[in-house]
């Protein structure tokens, strides 16, 4: 086994390190590198601990710890002291002492997103004790699970990394599949309801699906609250039609993309409506949300006939 070692010049009598004194509580490569060669010329562990500035036990125990067995053939060990081996120990160790915090991944995002908008601790607290109006995703209906109708969406957001506060709110309808794409400035739930007011003006949407979400949480705002599901937490295949759809985006618009336009925003929205897919028999959303349309318009039509 071979180690690197730094060539390290010194005067006689004045070894000593200025970079290592007794005020640095943790040693660094750079320092076990040092003992590390220092231990092969023989110093003792008293001097090392005099060149670096610590405490004799301090260097005892890091040799300790660093300590391996090294094969030198024939069935023959020698034990000696590893920087790399060392340093690895240490890291580690310091990743099993991280205490693990109590808080679910949810009420991270959640206390997370309510400082950002900078409410104070007993704020916080009366959201996060907040329960969104609207029902469990086991109580949609047939006509919803086996996407037998268009209208039915689930919602999501794509945050843009790199673009500030700035995210994408993105709807697919669960039968064809059709992208509503919005850019909105922040993942509130004032914003998200804003940008939906606008997109019912123009598209007609007879439920809506989401997650846990706090950007979620404020729907019956906007929507009845039958017509409101929410999937369970950590289960994003329950809507994987949106989580499917955000990869297509994630073509054009990679995580840590800098900068985006309501213009870049509406191309990605035409080219993902207009791509076919096999699950269409290879129709694109667009073809197969206009044949729905279509088609339910004809039946209307000859229905007032009779």
């Keep these: 086994m071979l180690y690197l070692l730094f060539n390290h010049k010194h005067k006689k009598g004045t070894e000593r390190q200025d970079n290592y004194t007794t005020k640095a509580k943790h040693l660094t490569i750079d320092s076990r590198r040092l003992i590390e060669r220092w231990k092969k010329e ?6 090392i601990a005099s060149l670096l500035g610590k405490a004799p036990q ?37 990743k099993r002492s991280v205490k693990k915090s109590s808080l679910t991944k949810e009420l991270k995002e959640k206390i997370l997103h309510y400082h950002n908008q900078k409410f104070s601790p007993d704020k916080k607290q009366a959201s996060t004790n907040f329960k969104p109006a609207g029902q469990s995703i086991e109580q949609r209906s047939e006509a919803i699970n086996l996407r037998l109708e268009n209208g039915h969406y689930e919602i999501d957001t794509v945050l843009l990394t ?27 739930a004032e914003v998200v309801n804003q940008a939906l007011k606008l997109i019912l003006k123009q598209h007609k949407i007879l439920s809506i699906t989401a997650d846990n979400g706090t950007e979620f949480n404020r729907l019956s705002n906007v929507f009845s609250e039958e017509h409101i599901y929410y999937a369970h937490p ?13 990869r297509l985006i994630r073509r054009w618009l990679p995580k840590g993309t800098k900068k985006m336009t309501p213009k870049e925003v509406a191309f990605i929205e035409k080219w993902i409506n207009n791509y076919p897919k096999k699950c269409l028999n290879y129709k694109s959303p667009r073809e197969d949300f206009l044949m729905a349309n279509l088609n339910l318009k004809f039946s209307v039509r000859n229905k007032s006939r009779n």
């Excluded at 064809?176 to 400035?185: G, T, W, Y």
């Excluded at 950590?234 to 955000?246: I, K, L, P, V």
């Design 42 to 47: 023989g110093k003792s562990n008293r001097e």
């Design 162 to 188: 790199r673009a500030k506060n700035y995210c994408l709110l993105v709807l697919t309808d669960r039968k064809s599949r059709h992208q509503i794409i919005r850019l909105i400035p922040n993942k509130s």
């Design 234 to 246: 950590y289960a994003s295949w329950e809507r994987g039609t949106n989580e499917n759809h955000n």
């Design 58 to 94: 301090t260097i005892h125990t890091e040799i300790k710890r660093g300590t391996v067995r090294q094969c030198l053939g024939k069935g023959r060990f020698k034990e000696v002291y590893s920087a790399d081996y060392a340093q690895q120990s240490y890291e580690n160790n310091r």
